[in-house]
């Protein structure tokens, strides 16, 4: 048996990140061992005092390395990621952001190994990320012999961008079946410590506090149903920027007693016990794994009609879905979970059924795997060699 395929799951994020973090870090630890050697790599700027990967790392049973900048610009990280990739033998560096897409590409060109990217999506709207370095990154990954699209929307603007189709591979974030289940047992008991009275119908949000997430356009439309049926609660789970603004909107609409905002919290699988129905009212996203997490615990879903959402969850066969921006498309989705449980129960164990095949990091992984196994041949037979790994007699 021949040595391993190493690979470098190479990232570059400020804070605690967001989904693509939990597709990289247990997408490791669930690598087949015995033909895959997987580095996870995160470039962490010294000035993120609340950066939090290393952390959720140190929780599982992967190889993890992190290379410190002083600053976005820093150059000193070339020579560590070079020695970092000599060290581990790397066949394949797979880059997770536009950042980490270019160095794996020059990496590659420097070092003749395998470069691979999966674009997650282009959620930031600074002036520079919009029309500087997400243009470039588009243009930069038509050059990459594969990349992974993590929707159907970030494949098709990866094609319009000059990517040739058959180079991209559309492959929808995944989630742990095992980790992600609902105990009917558990759920009287969550209820009760989260302070939920008998009778109250709970709506769950979770995501970080920001514009993109349009957690206003929620509350707007939960608003009058909340003043007509008192048993509405309506519980924001997440922090961000917008938080301020979205606590006195709920005072304006006379709402704050029926809507709580829990903060962030590391227990996501627990609170979806206390919920009965999950909204998702974003105006752009990647793959969500905030709907991975509610079609897992079999929370009946509304989302809206961005990204990958649809990808994930077909429209009324495992939730409801709806144009983004609409407050009344919001609210009447919600009014039908309402009028109709059994239905909507009915799409939960579908979305359920959904998660245990197509969308479990197990399927995912051996997807994942494929395309490195496809790239390490590709490799030999351009080589003309078996053995012609990057490596292959060096020191």
């Known amino acids: 048996m021949g040595r391993r395929l190493a690979i470098l799951e190479l990232r570059s994020v400020r804070g605690t990140g967001g989904g693509p973090e939990k597709t990289i870090l247990f997408g490791a630890e669930c690598a087949d061992r015995t033909r895959f050697a ?37 150059v000193r990280i070339w020579p560590q990621l070079k020695q970092l990739v000599r060290d581990r033998r790397i066949d394949i560096v797979h880059g997770h952001d536009y950042k980490t897409n270019l160095l794996a590409y020059l990496i590659s060109k420097r070092l003749g190994v395998h470069a691979l990217a999966t674009s997650h999506g282009w959620t930031g709207n600074t002036k520079r990320e919009l029309w500087l370095y997400y243009p470039a990154d588009k243009r930069l990954l038509a050059r990459f012999r594969r990349v992974i699209a993590v929707s159907s929307d970030i494949k098709n603007d990866l094609i319009r961008a000059g990517a040739r189709p058959e180079r991209v591979e559309m492959m929808l974030n995944a989630i742990d079946p095992d980790a992600f289940r609902r105990n009917l047992a558990d759920v009287s008991d969550v209820r009760r410590a989260l302070d939920f009275k008998p009778g109250e119908f709970v709506i769950g949000a979770v995501g970080r506090l920001e514009s993109q997430k349009r957690f206003d356009l929620l509350i707007e439309a939960f608003a009058p149903l909340a003043l007509e049926q008192p048993r509405l609660q309506l519980v924001i789970v997440g922090d961000g920027s917008c938080r301020n603004a979205l606590e006195s909107q709920a005072i304006a609409l006379g709402i704050r007693s029926q809507c709580r905002f829990l903060g962030h919290r590391g227990d996501i699988s627990t609170l979806h016990h206390g919920f009965d129905l999950f909204v998702q009212s974003s105006e752009y996203e990647g793959t969500p794994n905030a709907v991975l997490e509610a079609m897992a615990m079999e929370t009946p879903l509304v989302a809206t009609d961005v990204g990958g959402t649809r990808d994930l969850a077909r429209p009324g066969v495992e939730g409801l879905i709806v144009p983004p921006h609409s407050v009344s498309a919001l609210r009447s989705a919600i009014q039908d979970v309402l009028a109709d449980p059994a239905s909507a129960r009915v799409r939960a164990a579908a979305a359920r059924r959904r998660i245990e095949t197509d969308l479990s990091f197990e399927t995912r992984t051996r997807r994942l795997e494929a395309i490195y196994d496809e790239l390490a041949h590709d490799r030999r037979a351009s080589a003309g060699n078996a053995s012609a790994a990057p490596w292959a007699g060096r020191a």
């Open 38 to 74: 997987v580095t996870v790599s995160y470039i962490r700027d010294d000035r993120d005092d609340v950066f939090g990967i290393d952390a959720r790392a140190a929780n599982l049973d992967i190889d993890y390395v992190e290379i410190r900048e002083r600053h976005s610009f820093d």
